[in-house]
């Protein structure tokens, strides 16, 4: 109430010809909530649940959990919330979960691979998710992280329905998952694309090793291809597939990922004013031509100059 009496309402994400596109947050923990919403969050688009698992020697109880993800969805009310269970590997290694001496932890048992071999811990989190769920009244959409067959996305899906989750998902952050997206998403209730793992897993390059950072760039076509592709997938299938990585926080490839078909942008909530202007700027025609000129580039500072231009054009 208190910023409400002054400033003008926080418009919902649209392109200038009115189509929406709902600008979400990325959210570490439930405490980043209020601010979220004061910057004009339409919801949630990956709420990460490793806070609630790093800082504890055991799993915490369901009991614990439920409190959190109840916070969590109390700050939302009617609006989307989409959770993702567990994404814990030998890079963030959990005592109770991971062998820390893998040798290539991105490659290794992490996500929803770890999670199988610990279904306990999923079906704990699934289970409290499903409390909290009943106890407020956001719309709960679940998925899983580092989905990268069909065979998982069933499992997963199969097992968070089991468990009353009305919306199940994947993250789509392995090419393998992108390039059989119209699969994945005949199963799945939606997808959301990961494009920091997308990225590195597209290059081999690890996005946390410094001597290759120059890869970890998801304006290059090959990351802008395999995003086409998924969206495609979702096309195909009537299933929404939105962006929940750092590209959605720039705001021309923004409009590029609009343009190639992403239905909703999720994003640190810092980044949400600037997205909102620039998405302001272009029609749906716009945004898929200046996809289009990205697109068809042959690295990622050319994609880059192509957009820009594209997106000049279109003042
Ligand atoms: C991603 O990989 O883009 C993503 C959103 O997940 P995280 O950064 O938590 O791996
Ligand atoms: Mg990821």
Known sequence: ARAAATSAPITPGALADGTPVPLLANLGNAAGAA??????????????????????????????????????LQAFPGKKVVVRVLDAGADKPLAFLNDAHEENPALGLRGIRALRASEDILREQLTALA???????????????????????????TLAREYGVKTAGVMVEVPAAALLADKVLAIADFASI???????????????????????????????????????GGKANGKPVG?????????????????????????????????????????????????????????????????????????
């Open 35 to 72: 601010q979220a919403v004061e910057l004009g969050a339409e919801g949630v688009g990956l709420f990460r649940t490793e806070f609630l698992f790093l800082s504890s020697a055991n799993a915490p109880t369901v009991e614990q959990q439920r409190a959190a993800y109840t916070e969590l």
């Open 131 to 157: 409390e909290a769920d009943k106890a407020t009244d956001a719309d709960l959409w679940v998925m899983a992280p580092m989905i990268s067959t069909v065979e998982e996305t069933e499992y997963f899906t």
């Open 194 to 232: 990961g494009t920091n793992d997308l990225t590195q897993y597209t290059f081999a390059a690890d996005r946390l090793l410094g001597s290759v950072a120059a890869f970890q760039d998801p304006w290059h076509p090959a990351v802008l291809r395999l995003i086409h592709e998924t969206a495609l």
């Open 243 to 315: 962006i929940c990585g750092e590209a959605a926080a720039d705001p021309l490839l923004a409009v590029v990922l609009v343009g190639l078909g992403a239905a909703t942008l999720s994003m640190a909530p810092t980044a949400l004013a600037d997205v909102r202007a620039t998405l302001l700027q272009h029609t749906l025609d716009d945004a898929r031509r200046v996809a289009e000129a990205a697109l068809s580039a042959a690295d990622a500072a050319s994609a880059r100059e192509a957009a820009r231009a594209a997106s000049s054009n279109t003042d």
